[in-house]
């Protein structure tokens, strides 16, 4: 009976002291805040049952609709949410020098990726960006036309399969596919993903990914401590131990050839770069390349997934664009009996870019993306505190009716060189903006 009312006690008097603390965070942030508008937070709580549907995209949209363009949303036992589609406030955020840190957010991500160029801080950021950054020039990126010809045609293989058999999802299809090529292109090795889609290392890269994002929608196993007692902790475990060994051991070979051969040895991709650099006394570490490797393994195919995934949907959905995007490529790729895709070619393909670009509008790769106030940022008279987390909702930014009448038609014709008008870098951030821009942007 006493043991009862002292854990009754206990759980009372922790509840009160959540109680408290909720309370003088709210009151601390609100001083600042208070100018931005928001749903009605509960104590503890705060706005997570805003969420409760599982459809962050959708709640997140529907609240900006609600309460405006620039809106505060408070989760449990996290920083400040300020979540921003307006232009001026955008603007600000990528002009500013000292907003380069990633939000706690990505954390969920360093058991694999460590502090890659996704995750990494401020100056390890800027180090690691001027040495990756050649590999990511135009010129280099013609040596990879190849590698996408080659797996593409295992894709279009599989694919055909499929004719007649009614809906297809193209996802998994299209996911192994860009495996295959950001494998070859970043590592310079192949693991033949839509061949043998049953690998131990296919299949980690998938886990990973999944545990990644469900992490980041879970409240419960957003929390360290509770994570570690859930199956996915286990299942993380394993995953790391087959993918950093496979990292590891691509490095070494590598290693190995451009110290062994008396020509010539090094390629166009990313981990020859790293490894040259290495040499060059640049200072980066082995765990450091193997980070960088792995960075790009998730942030590369997942990303190139999705957006592959859903340029064909849209071209399925609307029949006229996939007929005037054939014409195109039959005019300038297959014109003259040369069925060859070069770099120069590509680039005439301006309806197929706009194409591309209107879908990355409705459906960006990454509609959400998160950085830390290190310290307090003005905007005008006001200011959002340190500690603040800035969510950046491009989504949101991208279905702005006066930047894109009609948002929600997909209208590839918008981005024609001839029906372009001058727009604010903040109106279209697919890959984000300012200092801290997708490499491969």
């Not at 300020?82 to 955008?90: C, Q």
């Not at 131990?241 to 008396?262: A, M, P, T």
Request: with cysteine; aromatic share 12%; glycine share 4%.
């Amino acid at each position: 009976m006493y043991l009862y009312i002292l854990i009754t006690a206990i759980c009372l008097t922790l509840l009160m002291l959540l109680i408290i603390q909720w309370f003088r965070d709210y009151y601390t942030n609100e001083k600042y805040l208070d100018w931005i508008n928001g749903a009605r937070p509960l104590p503890v709580l705060g706005n997570a049952l805003e969420f409760i549907s599982g459809d962050v995209i959708s709640e997140f949209y529907r609240l900006h609709q609600q309460h405006g363009p620039i809106i505060k949303i408070l989760l449990p036992f996290q920083p400040p949410n300020v979540s921003v589609t307006d232009h001026a406030l955008l603007e600000t955020i990528f002009r500013s020098a000292a907003l380069l840190n990633k939000s706690n957010d990505y954390r969920f991500t360093h058991p694999w990726l460590g502090h890659g160029l996704l995750t990494a801080p401020g100056e390890r950021w800027k180090k690691h960006r001027k040495l990756i950054a050649p590999a990511f020039s135009f010129e280099k990126s013609q040596y990879f036309i190849d590698i996408f010809e080659k797996h593409s045609c295992v894709l279009l293989e599989k694919l055909s399969k499929k004719v007649g058999e009614g809906t297809v999802n193209i996802y998994p299809y299209i996911n192994l596919c860009t495996l295959d090529i950001i494998c070859e292109a970043a590592m310079g090795t192949t693991i033949n993903a839509q061949s043998n889609d049953k690998s131990d290392y296919v299949y980690s890269v998938k886990e990973m990914c999944r545990i990644v994002i469900g992490r980041s929608l879970s409240i419960p196993k957003s929390f360290d401590f509770l994570y570690q007692f859930t199956k996915d902790f286990y299942k993380q475990n394993k995953a790391l131990k087959i993918l950093h060994e496979y990292s590891r051991n691509v490095i070494e070979f590598r290693k190995k050839v451009l110290l062994g051969s008396s020509e010539q040895a090094s390629s166009n991709t990313l981990l020859d770069l790293l490894l040259d650099s290495k040499e060059t006394k640049v200072g980066i570490s082995d765990s450091e390349i193997r980070e960088e490797v792995d960075t790009f393994m998730f942030a590369g195919h997942d990303t190139v997934t999705s957006a592959i995934s859903f340029i064909l949907y849209c071209l399925a959905m609307h029949p006229q664009v996939q007929e005037r995007v054939v014409k195109e490529m039959e005019a300038i790729l297959w014109s003259h009996n040369l069925n060859v895709a070069t770099y120069g070619r590509l680039q005439k393909l301006r309806y197929l870019e706009a194409v591309i670009k209107e879908t990355l509008r409705l459906y960006p790769s990454v509609p959400i993306y998160c950085r830390r106030v290190v310290e307090d940022l003005h905007f005008g008279d006001q200011v959002i505190p340190a500690n603040t987390t800035i969510v950046i909702f491009a989504y949101g930014v991208h279905r702005c009716p006066k930047t894109y009448p009609e948002p929600e038609k997909f209208d590839p014709n918008r981005f024609l060189t001839e029906n372009q008008s001058a727009a604010s870098t903040s109106s279209y951030i697919p890959f984000s903006a300012g200092y801290r821009s997708c490499i491969g942007s």
